[in-house]
Nanobody, 121 residues
Framework: QVQLVESGGGLVQPGGSLRLSCAAS????????MGWYRQALGKQRELVAS???????NYADSVKGRFTVSSDNARNSLYLHMNSLEPADSAVYCC???????????????WGRGTLVTVTS
């Protein structure tokens, strides 16, 4: 069984910063891509940022220049450094991974349960 567990969410004022972490555990052979998605109340889930095992990154236009995604392949971990936070960034942030488990041949897509980020004065 594979688990993704997020941490680091919380309440922050506009202009502030937060660092989210995601740790993947279980019988993981390799991870191809990890990403952060968010879903605000009443809105659809959207991709925030992703990173491949080779280090290629992708960002939503709304967070470019403010957020930085990184990963630690040895630790199967994913991070999101969020700066200059705005109220519009308030959402549940979920970690996602495309990975292969030991003994499997196919790619499995896994989700964490999410961590809440609230940006308000």
């Amino acid at each position: 069984q594979v688990q993704l567990v997020e941490s680091g969410g919380g309440l922050v004022q506009p202009g502030g910063s937060l660092r989210l972490s995601c740790a993947a555990s279980g019988s993981i052979y390799t991870i191809y891509t990890m990403g952060w998605y968010r879903q605000a109340l009443g809105k659809q889930r959207e991709l925030v940022a992703s990173v491949t095992s080779g280090g290629a990154t992708n960002y939503a236009d709304s967070v470019k220049g403010r957020f930085t995604v990184s990963s630690d392949n040895a630790r199967n971990s994913l991070y999101l450094h969020m700066n200059s936070l705005e109220p519009a960034d308030s959402a549940v942030y979920c970690c996602n991974a495309d990975l292969v488990r030991y003994g499997d041949f196919g790619v499995m897509n896994c989700w964490g349960r999410g961590t809440l980020v609230t940006v308000t004065s």
